[in-house]
């Protein structure tokens, strides 16, 4: 089990990561094509990212029930 500080420094670099990857994907569609190697792998990072965030979002408020609901919601969506 995570602290709730855990969460929040975790979901800080999740957003940045997002972001990231975001920008690279967006870069690589750009400049090739939709099915090469290396706009799947971005796509497919992006969708990873999001969907850890998804589980991470979901673990934090059963480890941490008391902790108001808005906490909870911007530790890995939401502003930073």
Known sequence: MMEFSEHQKLGKKLKDAHKNILY?????????PKKSKQAV????????????????DNV??????LVDDNKLSSCYF???
């Open 24 to 32: 690279a994907k967006a870069l690589i569609s750009s400049r090739y």
């Open 41 to 56: 792998t971005a796509e497919q990072a992006l969708k990873a990212i999001k969907d850890l965030k998804l589980i991470m």
């Open 78 to 80: 939401g502003e930073k």
């Open 60 to 65: 934090v408020g059963k480890e941490h029930p």
